[in-house]
T-cell receptor, first 110, second 113 residues
């Protein structure tokens, strides 16, 4: 079965700094999702990537899928307190089934 | 448009007691998912429904867990009897047709003492 490894597991950055979270898959990724979760809340969809080399941006968050489709990165530019939370990557494993990484906990210090 | 609704949001029970969680998906969404999320981990699929039919329940521990989705709308997940290791967040999600994006509810945080 497919396994996703996220790194780092936790990250503390100063407000205004840039950061990157990585998601590495044991198998080829055919659909890679990024979600954000705040404590006590559900997952909020951020972006979905499908094609090798694809890159998507929304506000200050950019996600990329590498050419070999086994790794994705999530980059936040000029971080803000509102970016704090847990970031999860999820991979499609068959029809409408998602397998998730263990998550990266992001803390933004003012 | 209302999102996925779950209740209760929090539940504390003693081990060996039964517990049930309820989920109301987004209107019109025919696919419904129940996930288990342990502390510090990503969600893991327990069961997926297409309308009333459970099409993937391979990860559901059937000795103590059961689920139903009557009329293909709301769903209930039950644990009987609960064990200490069942303490976790139970997430419900829904999607529409062949769309791949899943919409998640806020979850139910279960604590078994």
């Amino acid at each position: 079965s497919q396994e996703l490894e996220q790194s780092p597991q936790s990250l503390i950055v100063q407000e205004g700094k840039n950061l990157t979270i990585n998601c590495t898959s044991s198998k080829t990724l055919y659909g890679l999702y990024w979600y954000k979760q705040k404590y006590g809340e559900g997952l909020i969809f951020l972006m979905m990537l499908q094609k090798g080399g694809e890159e998507k941006s929304h506000e200050k968050i950019t996600a990329k899928l590498d050419e070999k489709k086994q790794q994705s990165s999530l980059h936040i530019t000029a971080s803000q307190p509102s970016h704090a939370g847990i970031y999860l990557c999820g991979a499609e494993q068959g029809a409408q089934k998602l397998v998730f990484g263990q998550g990266t906990r992001l803390t933004i210090n003012p | 448009e209302a999102g996925v609704v779950q209740s209760p949001r929090y539940k504390i029970i003693e081990k060996k007691q039964p517990v049930a969680f309820w989920c109301n998906p987004i209107s019109g969404h025919n696919t419904l998912y129940w996930y288990l999320q342990n502390l510090g981990q990503g969600p893991e699929l327990l069961i997926r429904y297409e309308n009333e039919e459970a099409v993937d329940d391979s990860q559901l521990p059937k000795d103590r867990f059961s689920a139903e989705r009557l009329k293909g709308v709301d769903s209930t997940l039950k644990i009987q009897p609960a064990e200490l290791g069942d303490s976790a967040v139970y997430l419900c999600a829904s999607s529409f047709g062949d769309a791949r994006q899943q919409y998640f509810g806020p979850g139910t945080r279960l604590t078994v003492t």
